[in-house]
């Protein structure tokens, strides 16, 4: 896991780099710095507490589904593992280093592998109801306005594409390593895992439906922060406007192969949202969005998640 997020944080750098050099050719001007320490200030506190209530809600969506098989920890832990899980998220392509973070977290307050890989799946279970319901509302918002079907499709033909190439070379390397020990261990682990996972199915259907609805709110939150910064740049545009027009953006971002959706985030919403800023400002908007909406999340869980693992390995 180690080496796993040190090399994603490498080509995170990388694709953040070249990303944000091109934004910043392709979109400053002399203006744009104004626009920038022009920024509403009451709107811009607005987009840090949408940002706030997502960590909340992820931390209420584990605590849930920690509490459903009796494992315990404080709320306090549970917002060191929402950074820590953002971190791992963001270095790792879609997002799944998020669910091995976690999986760390849980370990350590000294539970089961069985029960916590089925903790963190039916957190993953959960997040997928967004999805699901909200997939009828994007279709409808291509069919209200088909100008965004083009910029979207392109965004998730690249996704489709990044993902075959990306499960193409996991599939090869399993199969090259089908004969190691190691890899046999992880089939009869993976079996004991799904017999444990069968707790949710009839025993804690409340505590499921709990967590999806957290992990509605959570999503809810996080489309709130771009609405929430536009407004600091002055945009007149309704905020469900704003809400909605990113939806096609989000699906693509959380499938993306590259670290924490890194790169088509940034040129995916410089798509999405030019029709609702000015061109000098758009660019400074997108950077600002992911530094709020995700860098700088994972910039503090990536600094919490050295400390424990530094603690750990010293006893």
């Known amino acids: 896991m180690k080496k796993t997020f040190i090399y994603g944080t490498l080509i995170l750098a990388l694709i953040l780099l070249l990303t944000f050099t091109f934004i910043f050719l392709k979109t400053f001007s002399k203006e744009t710095l104004s626009s920038v320490l022009g920024l509403k ?74 029960k916590v890989m089925s903790i963190v799946t039916m957190k993953t279970v959960s997040g997928i109801v967004f999805f699901i319901i909200a997939l009828p509302f994007l279709v409808h918002q291509f069919i209200s306005n088909p100008r965004l079907v083009k910029p979207v499709a392109e965004i998730l033909a690249v996704v489709l594409i990044g993902t075959i190439l990306l499960y193409t070379t996991i599939n090869y390397l399993l199969r090259k390593n089908a004969g190691k020990p190691s890899l046999r261990r992880l089939r009869e682990t993976l079996k004991k895992y799904f017999y444990y996972l069968q707790i949710f199915g009839y025993k804690r259907k409340t505590y499921f439906l709990l967590a999806s609805l957290s992990s509605i709110l959570l999503y809810l ?36 192969p590259t670290p924490g959706g890194s790169g088509v985030g940034e040129l995916g919403a410089l798509a999405v949202f030019s029709g609702f800023l000015e061109a000098h400002q758009i660019g400074a908007f997108v950077i600002l969005w992911r530094l709020i909406s995700q860098y700088a999340s994972a910039a503090v869980g990536g600094v919490l998640f050295i400390l424990y693992l530094l603690k750990d390995l010293r006893t």
């Open 221 to 256: 939150s996080f489309m709130m922060i771009a609405p929430s910064l536009a407004k600091a740049f002055g945009s007149d545009e309704p905020f469900f406007e704003l809400f909605k027009a990113q939806l096609g953006l989000l699906y693509a971002i959380f499938i993306s």
């Open 41 to 114: 200030k009451r709107y811009l506190i607005l987009s840090g507490l949408f940002l706030f209530l997502y960590h909340t809600f992820d931390n209420i969506r584990l605590y849930i589904l920690s509490r459903a098989v009796g494992l315990r920890y404080s709320l306090r832990y549970g917002y060191t593992m929402s950074f820590i899980n953002t971190f791992g998220a963001t270095v790792t392509p879609a997002h799944a280093g998020g669910e091995l973070a976690a999986v760390y977290m849980l370990l350590r307050r000294g539970s089961s592998v069985h």
